[in-house]
């Protein structure tokens, strides 16, 4: 990326030069750049200035420096999915598998957002928060994560992914953000101490902190205004067996890689220019290497692991990997017992029906981006670049899927409205119930007298709150989409506001956070606007794009 190339460049600069990689993971943005701790002779790293503080905040004004084995995780999550679901194992195995998995309320957080209504076919769309936590709560986890000064201290959420898959199952989107990313985190409690978390900003690796990953599931609804049914969390443990177990991933790199200096920065990864098939430890070096890959940052890092991930997946769809049924078993184990899931997805039974789900999705409509980002104005942290990050967002919302590919064809002529204004009766309610910002009192009066005034005499109102990021109109009886059309043109509404829903009665008109002022419905902005494909500062990596190479950093390269 053009920008991280610069900014990197940058901060690299300002790094301190003792700055490792061994401790698995150094702050990416420490004043604007990456920053990390030389290994004590734990394994771990000594405190300093960029060192997380006991509750996981950062001390000396910059961010903190994560450490262990995070990023397998990713790899870890999915292959607990897509084993679990695969592996034919009997009940009775489903039963014992059952035990291993930690439970965790899925949201800690208010009432949230409300789950979208299903299409006109019943169907909803499948929205999974993927979180890797770096705690250290088993002798396990310290010996793969090192630091054992961290062993009390509250872990962070350094791996997030929202996986969306289409309410047809027709294809599905990866949505990762940069860890740093700082966002608001609402009002927590934590469920087994009941400690209650104020309102803060804060980078969003620390919202697990506060409470556990429900809270970290509501911050994600609050930035990307994105219904999420389940979360699944990994830990260090059972990690690299998962790796080793699939044999192999292919990887490629534009150029010989050595991801080591003399100043100790780097994974140790060594690969020759071309395609190589990494597994165990080598595959660990891949998925966490930062010095080597593009700009040495974590967004070039992201896209090795969106590469990896690819390549995994096409190489389980080929049916040739896990048809051992020992290793089938240890890596059932490994993963059941690596998994914390919400209590909606608190059985293997339900993780078996979630991998036949994903697995309906064929791999050329897999597409995975990182949320658009830019610096913050102190270079300290990242923040979602204005217009391109929520035009991400909304396409997940809307279930359009973010490789371009469900671009509409030519519409039909709309239909006609069947019945005169006075006559519809339409249900106006106030969906401006946000966590954060509060709701905004009256506004579904407001639009029900703006429709009074445009000859919508039937119109009224609800007078229950709930929570919406977009203005909708639902309908259930096909006939009455021309006059919903007709009501989205009055108000100015764009057409994709207007759905058919299967469990719709009537019409509805909800007032979502797009829309908490005035009569008039804000237009979006030009880079908003008709969006039907993920920007280009999302930097799209397609599921089938086997050619995919990693950009290898000339310092870094031999």
Known sequence: MRQSSVRGDRSRRRQEPDAQELGWDDGLYANGGPSAGAPDADGGTPPGDGDASADGHRTGG????????????????????LIVGGAGAGYWYYEHLNANLRKAPRSLSGDGLKKPDPNAFGQSPLNILLLGSDGRNSAENIKLGGARQDADRKPLADVQMLLHVSADRSSMSVLSIPRDTRVTIPRCTDPKT????????AAINQSLQHGGPGCTLATWQELTGVYIDHFMMVDFSGVVSMADAIGGVPVCVDRNVYSHDSKGHGSGLRLTKGTHSVKGVQALQWLRTRYGFEDNTDIGRAK???????????????????????????????????????????TVKKLYDLGGDLNRVPTKRLTMVTMPWQYSSDESYVVPKPGDAEATFALLRNDTALDGKDR?????????????????KVVVQNGTN?????????????????????????????????????????????ALRGDALA?????????????????????????????????????????????????????????????????????YSF
Do not use: F
Request: charged letters at 25%.
């Open 62 to 81: 910059r961010p903190r420096r994560s450490r262990g084995r995070k990023v397998l995780r990713w790899t870890a999550l999915s292959l607990a999915v």
């Open 408 to 424: 509409k064809k030519k519409a039909a002529p709309a239909p006609k409205a069947s019945m005169p204004k006075g006559a519809l």
């Open 304 to 346: 090795a692991q969106h590469m990896y991930m690819n390549s995994m997946v096409r190489q389980l769809k080929k049916g040739t990997k896990l048809t051992d049924p020992g290793q089938l078993r240890d890596l059932a184990e490994a993963a059941t017992k690596s998994l914390t899931v919400d209590d909606g997805l608190d």
């Open 434 to 478: 946000s966590t954060v910002n509060g709701p905004v009192s009256g506004r579904a009066g407001v639009i029900q007298q703006r429709l009074a005034g445009l000859g919508y005499g039937a119109a009224a109102t609800d007078t229950a709150l709930t929570t919406q990021a977009d203005t909708t109109i639902t309908y259930g009886d096909k």
């Open 194 to 201: 009941h400690q209650v978390y104020p309102q803060t900003s």
């Open 487 to 555: 009501l989205a043109k009055s108000l100015g509404l764009p057409k994709d506001a207007v759905r058919e829903s299967s469990s719709a009665t009537g019409m509805r008109l909800v007032i979502g956070n797009d829309w908490r002022s005035g009569t008039a419905y804000p237009k979006a902005s030009g880079e908003e606007k008709d969006a039907d494909k993920a920007p280009d500062s999302a930097d799209a990596l397609n599921g089938e794009d086997s050619k995919a190479c990693m950009k290898v950093n000339p310092q």
